[in-house]
């Protein structure tokens, strides 16, 4: 089977190229970074994604069947927003219906919500309703947090509980999450890629930790002495705001912390994913968080490849 992976030179979108390839389909990557180690040589073959033309897109997608899409934005910034990220999606969706795609796996979040004033959460509420009326055979996929060696989450609290003075959560830290490997998540999109049922799947992972509790999880297995403190949110945001200064990247936004502390990323639904964060923790202890991830650098330099941890 012809499949279009979104992002394949990034996160993600690796790990499910990777799988469909193992599978033994042919991949196409739609990318914004083309210039991004290629780490699939000639299996892989990138195209622009062309939210501008089209027309160019919909020649992209021509053969292929079925689209995998984990283009997303993570905040609102200067160079990019929710408000395009849903409009350039939904030009791909057309254009992968046009060019004749017959199923769709859209990765999209847990409690997707078109009342909530997050636009994450909102504009991946208005992605889902899209594609269920767009009339192409769907799987959406809702990850929680995901993590694994190129995250961004789950490192940079490795980072910090080895690197600065006290480690803070916001609030209470009593709101749960239930992070899932992204190979997990890999495994379900391809496997989804070639069904024909339409689904909304929640990707949450084994385990269910308070924010606070993973925390603490992270630092036994790091073998670290470090303080773990509760901060009102206001605080804990301003810190992070000086410390993104530091190493030069938004380090969490104000939405964020409001969606972790919503219960967003926590679901009553079976795990999908098998890895245990817990253990995939222990076993990652000596490299995880030795260096700070940047998601701005990430986006900034669209030639560099994603660093694994
Ligand atoms: N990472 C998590 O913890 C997490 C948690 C829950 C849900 N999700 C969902 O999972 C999906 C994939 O996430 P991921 O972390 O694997 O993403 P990723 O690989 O970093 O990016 C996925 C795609 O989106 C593009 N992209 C990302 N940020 C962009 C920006 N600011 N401007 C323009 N293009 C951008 C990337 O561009 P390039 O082509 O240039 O690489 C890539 O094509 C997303 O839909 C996300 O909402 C992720």
């Known amino acids: 089977m012809r499949v279009a992976v979104t992002g394949a030179f990034g996160y993600s979108g690796r790990y499910i190229a990777q799988r469909l390839l193992d599978a033994g389909h042919e991949v196409i990557t739609l990318t914004n970074s083309p210039g991004r180690p290629n780490p ?31 283009y997303w934005v993570r905040f609102d910034h200067r160079l990019f927003t929710h408000e395009q990220a849903v409009a350039n999606t939904k030009v791909m ?53 995901l993590f694994g060696r190129e995250d961004v989450l789950v490192n940079n609290i490795a980072w910090s509980l080895r690197h600065l003075p006290v480690f803070g959560v916001f609030g209470t830290g009593e709101y749960r999450l239930q992070p899932i490997h992204v190979d997990d998540l890999a495994a379900a999109a391809a496997e989804k890629a070639m069904s024909e049922r339409d689904e ?46 530091l190493v030069r990247d938004v380090v969490i936004t104000r939405e964020e912390i409001r969606g972790l502390m919503e219960g967003r990323l926590c679901v009553e639904a079976p795990p999908l994913g098998r890895t245990r964060l817990s253990e995939w923790v222990r076993e ?5 968080g030795r260096r700070y991830t940047s998601e701005m650098s990430r986006r900034v330099d669209r030639v560099s490849g994603y660093r694994s941890n």
């Open 93 to 145: 969706f057309d254009a992968a219906k046009r060019a004749g795609v017959r199923r769709i796996v859209h990765v999209s979040i847990t409690r997707p919500d078109l009342q909530s004033d997050l636009p994450y959460f909102r504009c991946k509420a208005e992605l889902e309703a899209a594609l269920m009326r767009l009339g192409v055979s769907y799987c959406i996929l809702r990850p929680t947090v």
């Open 200 to 245: 909304v799947v929640e990707a949450i992972g084994p385990e269910t930790f308070t924010y606070i509790g993973m925390a603490r999880m992270i630092r036994e297995a790091l073998g670290v002495r470090r303080a773990i403190v509760r901060v009102p949110p206001w605080l804990g945001y301003a810190l992070t705001r000086g410390l993104g200064v």
């Open 284 to 288: 990652h202890a000596q490299t995880l």
């Open 40 to 70: 699939f040589g000639e299996r892989v073959r990138a195209h622009p994604f062309d939210f501008d033309q089209p027309e160019r897109l919909c020649e992209t997608l021509r053969g292929v069947e079925a689209l995998i899409n984990t």
